[in-house]
């Protein structure tokens, strides 16, 4: 999710009420994106980000060929789960979204697709060569995107990758009428220093390589997003993030 150029959205200055827990938040967000999903596709696909892709394909080079990969909060699978299977990666997808999933089904029909929440899923451990996650954690409330991490640092093989990314600014944001009218749409940021504590709690077996704060160009509007790039790795010494070395 962008936050500032979508047609038609208007910020909601706060949470609309505390009836809404995170269930019930999901419920708007699986509503939401089952309603907008053309939508969210015709906008998104010709605004594709370099970053998001330079990420992607640097990963790849880490990959093994057949690499598993595990895409949280795939969406139409355009592009990038695309991309991972035109590599041939054997990708899981998945979306909390139907109309989303069904999009999926449409663009990637090699790819393994679930609708489900992502904090529901159950995997073996050491089950995936990689787990990218592109715009989508931040669709949890901010108390589970650091749980979000440990499992997804348990899922990983030794060696394994995180590719991700986070808001830059710290509290719940509600959109009003995103895309369409009567869509009511949540995301949740920890702001940077957040998430880099969050990766030091909860992603303690995840050795962070790259850390980038990058403004993106997504069409006429510019929008920030904190990217990390993380590493399974066993060694002790490994563990430290490049921050706690300064
Ligand atoms: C902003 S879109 C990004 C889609 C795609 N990753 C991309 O880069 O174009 C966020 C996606 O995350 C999905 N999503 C939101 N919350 C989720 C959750 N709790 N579990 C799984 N998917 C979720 C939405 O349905 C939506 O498809």
């Not at 038609?8 to 699986?30: M, R, V």
């Not at 997808?93 to 109309?99: H, K, L, N, Q």
Request: proline fraction near 5%; aromatic fraction near 10%; charged fraction near 20%.
């Amino acid at each position: 999710m962008t936050s500032g150029s979508e047609p038609n959205a208007t910020d909601h200055p706060s949470n609309p009420g505390s009836a809404f827990q995170s269930g019930e938040t999901k419920i708007l967000i699986e509503q939401g994106y089952d309603k907008i999903a053309p939508a969210y596709l015709a906008w998104s696909a010709p605004r594709t980000t370099t970053t998001r892709m330079s990420y992607l394909n640097k990963l790849m080079t880490f990959l093994p060929p057949s690499a598993h990969v595990l895409e949280l909060g795939c969406g139409a699978g355009v592009p990038c789960t695309q991309s991972l299977i035109s590599h041939g990666m054997n990708v899981t997808g998945v979306d909390i979204s139907a109309a989303q999933i069904a999009l999926a089904h449409e663009h990637v029909p090699e790819a393994t697709l679930i609708q489900a929440d992502m904090m529901s899923l159950s995997f073996q451990p050491s089950t995936f060569d990689a787990v990218v996650a592109f715009y989508s954690i931040f669709h949890l409330p901010q108390e589970e995107q650091g749980k979000m991490i440990g499992r997804i640092q348990g899922w990983l093989k030794e060696g394994g990758w995180l590719l991700c990314n986070f808001h830059t600014d710290r509290g719940d944001n509600w959109r009003e009428n995103w895309f369409s009218p009567g869509v009511t749409m949540f995301s949740s940021g920890l702001g940077v220093h957040g998430n880099r504590v969050m990766f030091m709690q909860d992603g303690y077996g995840l050795t962070v390589v790259e850390d980038q704060v990058a403004v993106e160009k997504v069409g006429r509007a510019e929008e920030t997003f904190h990217w990390i790039l993380a590493v399974k790795r066993e060694k002790v010494e490994d563990n430290l993030h490049p921050f706690d070395r300064e």
